[in-house]
């Protein structure tokens, strides 16, 4: 249950990370009400699985999620560039978040 909330956190890490850029500095209400929302229950998803999981591999994971996550809501809506650099690296980081929950 601790891996699928800390998943689940992650995505909600995107989330607000998302959120926060478009909220052009807390000035749009929308994303700012998201942004909000998103990290307190990030926040409370971590937590929660870092009861049962090691906090650096509860951290990496949900960092690393977290920013795959961004990066390709940003690549999807061409606010950022796709390259196959960039894709290679971003499956780099997706090998080494299922390495540590192997490993664990």
């Keep these: 249950?601790?891996?699928?909330?800390?998943?689940?956190?992650?995505v909600l890490e995107a989330v607000w990370a998302t959120a926060l850029g478009r909220s052009e500095g807390f000035s749009r209400l929308g994303p700012s009400v998201v942004f909000g929302l998103?990290?307190?229950l990030s926040m409370v998803g971590l937590a929660?699985?870092?009861?049962?999981?090691?906090?650096?591999?509860?951290?990496?994971?949900?960092v690393g999620i977290g920013a795959?996550?961004?990066v390709?809501?940003?690549m999807v809506s061409e606010e950022?560039?796709?390259s196959a650099v960039r894709l290679l690296l971003l499956a780099g980081i997706v090998g080494c978040v299922i390495g540590l929950k192997v490993l664990h």
């Design 48 to 62: 929660y699985a870092m009861r049962e999981l090691p906090v650096g591999t509860a951290y990496a994971v949900w």
């Design 72 to 74: 390709v809501i940003a």
């Design 1 to 10: 249950m601790s891996w699928l909330v800390l998943v689940l956190s992650g």
């Design 68 to 70: 795959v996550l961004t």
């Design 38 to 40: 998103a990290l307190v």
């Design 80 to 82: 950022e560039p796709v």
